[in-house]
């Protein structure tokens, strides 16, 4: 039986315009578009702004075509849409770190073609962070970031505000991580649908009231009993991924999303920043060791065996890759690690994801692939 433990983040979910627009008018600060979990928001919160994650709606929309093509992926048509029809025109600003070149095509069209978009940045962050260089050069553009801000605000981001925005957004991973822990155990007390409310309003909402809210929640925890046997154990693996119902689905119909590798889940906080002195440093170095984005992972695939070892940890029993259509990073990454994974024991779905994507098909592939486990006698 479900409680109302997660209320408040499902609110934030369902009212995360109404909720920028608010922190506005209470704080006089500025909001920014972020676009890709590769943004340094710490800096932004550092300069007193509040940095919001571009979803999308999951609506049938037509305003995207004139700009992007229609064989680009679904998020970054939805993403900009979203701007097109103007549901983030609280936004001054928009920035992208470099992700994917769809991606890229997205934000290009957001900041030309949204008429509400004051300023925009980009940073050209490199995606080989295996060289040898990557850190020093993503150093640099930090630097540049923090310069740009400043002159934008014109106040200084000292190392002092930049320090306390790494504190506050390290406490939001590490309360996020301690509530993740919930879900290794047998009939967790938190569903896979609860982890994702709490993941994703962590990037659109104020990190110091959203810890206040994970503080409560885990306190909670110890005591809470959903009664809720766990069916066939879950992983979910894929790129963005804030389709609230589709995962509410996959939860109604005998199994439990026990963990992700998704950048709307683990990939956004699954590493702090380590505080060294120098908090350009820190950033810098902390989004080059984050579990990697398929466009930041060779010449080695890093990810394979961190999925792997997620799958373990959380004792997964299959995997549903999540796939957006066209997106190209994740389709090549996906014949080895389905290979992986598989060869480990770890069976997997692949399903493909549209703008809006049909509940009622996709429940009866979720369904023939628990009769398949089931039958198999894996389980
Ligand atoms: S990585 Fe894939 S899903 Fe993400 S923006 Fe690029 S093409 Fe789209």
């Not at 992926?73 to 920035?95: H, I, K």
């Not at 929640?217 to 809470?224: D, E, G, S, T």
């Not at 689905?249 to 702090?272: H, K, L, P």
Request: hydrophobic letters at 35%.
């Amino acid at each position: 039986m479900s409680d109302q433990l997660f209320d408040q983040f499902k609110t934030w979910y369902e009212k995360r315009h109404d909720y920028a627009r608010d922190w506005k008018q209470r704080t006089g600060g500025q909001v920014v578009a972020t676009m890709c979990t590769y943004t340094p928001e710490e800096l932004l919160i550092a300069a007193d702004m509040l940095p919001v994650r571009v979803l999308g709606a999951h609506e049938p929309q037509n305003v995207s075509e004139p700009h992007i093509f229609g064989m680009f992926c679904p998020f970054c048509r939805d993403s900009l849409a979203q701007g097109l029809l103007g549901r983030f025109d609280y936004c001054e600003g928009v920035t992208l770190t470099q992700s994917c070149i769809q991606y890229r095509q997205a934000f290009g069209s957001w900041r030309m073609h949204v008429p509400t978009v004051q300023w925009d940045y980009y940073c050209p962050m490199p995606n080989d962070v295996q060289s040898p260089h990557a850190k020093k050069a993503h150093y640099g553009e930090i630097g540049r970031f923090r310069e740009f801000l400043e002159q934008l605000t014109g106040k200084k981001l000292t190392d002092e505000k930049l320090n306390e925005a790494l504190e506050v957004v390290n406490e939001n991973r590490r309360l996020l991580r301690e509530l993740f822990e919930y879900r290794k155990a047998t009939d967790p007390q938190v569903t896979g649908v609860e982890a994702l409310l709490a993941g994703l309003t962590a990037q659109f909402i104020d990190k110091r009231e959203h810890n206040a809210e994970l503080k409560k929640v885990l306190a909670a925890l110890p005591k809470r009993n959903l009664d809720r046997p766990e069916g066939i154990r879950f992983m979910t693996i894929g790129s963005e991924n804030d389709d609230v119902a589709f995962m509410a689905m996959v939860e109604s119909v005998g199994s439990t999303i026990v963990i992700d590798d998704q950048c709307s889940g683990t990939r956004y906080f699954w590493n702090e920043a380590k505080l060294n002195g120098d908090p350009v440093k820190a950033i810098a170095d902390r989004y080059c060791d984050r579990p990697a984005c398929p466009t930041k992972d060779y010449p080695d695939h890093t990810r394979f065996d961190h999925v792997l070892s997620l799958a373990k940890d959380y004792k997964a029993q299959a995997a549903v890759f999540l796939q957006q259509k066209f997106c190209d990073p994740h389709e090549g990454d996906y014949p080895d690690l389905k290979r992986h994974l598989e060869s480990n024991g770890i069976p997997t779905l692949f399903l493909e994801f549209d703008i809006t994507n049909p509940i009622g098909p996709f429940r009866i592939r979720i369904e023939a692939f628990l009769e398949t486990l089931r039958e198999d006698d894996l389980f």
